[in-house]
């Protein structure tokens, strides 16, 4: 069986390569579901999906993170309240919520130093309900980091490509 194929990804033909030659770029995740081939002295150009089987179809949930648990995990426990993981898997988003809810007592309290006629505008319930979103916003913080903490135990954490964290060093 020495069929040749030929691959087209948009306006590029490539080719001719051998089966083998297509699984192994099929299985690295050179080629996609969108990737159509031809057989050598064949007209019909179909998707390379068709080729395989669903066993030999790469599973993009099992791809792995170039990060690392270890570190991730001492960044978490060092550093979790400010998103120190977070922004190690590439999380920058994740990272900065974590971080303005780790600060937001800060800059509550800042505007209150600064401005100390700042006190006197509030109401006692407005006062105590500052008082307690100043108090929940870092616990929400520090609840965040022990969840994610979990995640990375059980090596569901995922970095900002949407890798999941597998390997422990």
Not at 16 to 39: F, H, N, R
Request: charged share 15%; hydrophobic share 45%.
């Amino acid at each position: 069986m020495n069929d040749r194929y030929w691959i087209s990804s948009g306006t590029d033909n490539k080719g001719p390569y051998a089966l083998s030659q297509v699984e192994s770029m099929w299985s690295a995740g050179l080629l996609t579901a969108d990737t159509i081939y031809c057989k050598e002295g064949g007209e019909q150009w179909v998707p390379v999906a068709s080729l395989f089987n669903e066993s030999n179809r790469p599973n993009t949930s099992q791809a792995q993170s170039e990060k690392r648990i270890l570190p991730a995990m001492v960044l978490c426990l060092v550093l979790g309240m400010f998103g120190g993981h977070a922004f190690y898997a590439g999380r920058r988003k994740q990272g900065m919520v974590i971080i303005v809810c780790s600060l937001f007592p800060l800059l509550v309290f800042g505007w209150f130093i600064a401005s100390p006629g700042a006190l006197h505008l509030t109401t006692g319930n407005q006062v105590l309900w500052l008082e307690g979103l100043c108090l929940a916003m870092p616990m929400l913080a520090v609840v965040h980091a022990l969840c994610d903490a979990v995640r990375l135990l059980i090596g569901s954490y995922k970095d900002g490509n949407g890798l999941k964290i597998t390997k422990w060093t």
